[in-house]
């Protein structure tokens, strides 16, 4: 399910898949005369950097290992299957050393659990484009982020694979000046800022003097 969703992702920016065999797809996109290309690969277990280099040149076609721009221009995203999230405390350091592996490709490893497999199960690229964009779905995510929800586990696809690009929502957009002084209104600093603007950065001195006496005055009150 995380494979075809990472699949629909690709193609609908433009990738063709060029080659694939049971575990790994080749992909390329040309803008122009740039090229750049993408590998999908189910990893069944953490291999060692090098290892999973070599695993990827000898499968990857002729017509991309010729091309000079495949292993300076290639991301290479490996799906990985865990049983349980917590499991990840035992792999950690495997899979931050491969992606953060220099050689041949940028890698990323996306890795998921049965939870968040069957919180994904039945939609598309599209769907969590939506999911991502739901404010709603986002709260209820910030109040308990552990919990494998579609939108946690489609928030972790755009995380790992930032290259995946989101579609843009305009927004009203309250004007700064205003946020700034319903902000200052709202924990009581309207004279401080009032100060801050009459005297700005280049009286100092008087700023200072000003809110000393403002706060000996209300000790008096």
Known sequence: M?????NQGLAAQGFTKAHENDITGFYFRESGSAIRFAILHKLNELLKPGDLNAVINQSAPEAFLSDPAFRKNCDLICI?????????????????????DPHFYKKY?????DAEAEA??????????????????????????LAATQYSAAAKIFI????????????????LR??????????????VYESVQRF??????DLIK????????????
């Open 80 to 100: 990985h299957h865990l049983d349980k999230l917590a499991e990840f405390k035992n792999h950690e350091d495997q899979i931050f050393e491969i992606e953060e």
């Open 120 to 145: 994904l199960r039945g939609l598309s690229f599209d769907d969590l484009k939506e999911i991502i964009s739901d404010k709603t779905k986002f709260n209820a995510y910030k109040e308990d982020p």
């Open 178 to 191: 205003l946020q700034i002084d319903e902000a200052v209104a709202e924990a009581d600093l309207v004279k």
């Open 200 to 205: 700005g950065s280049t009286n100092i001195d």
């Open 2 to 6: 995380i494979t075809e969703l990472i």
């Open 210 to 221: 000003e809110i000393i006496n403002d706060e000996l005055a209300n000790l008096q009150d």
């Open 160 to 175: 790992k694979l930032p290259f995946l690009e989101l579609q843009s929502n305009k927004i009203d957009l309250v004007p």
């Open 109 to 113: 490893v996306l890795y998921y659990s």
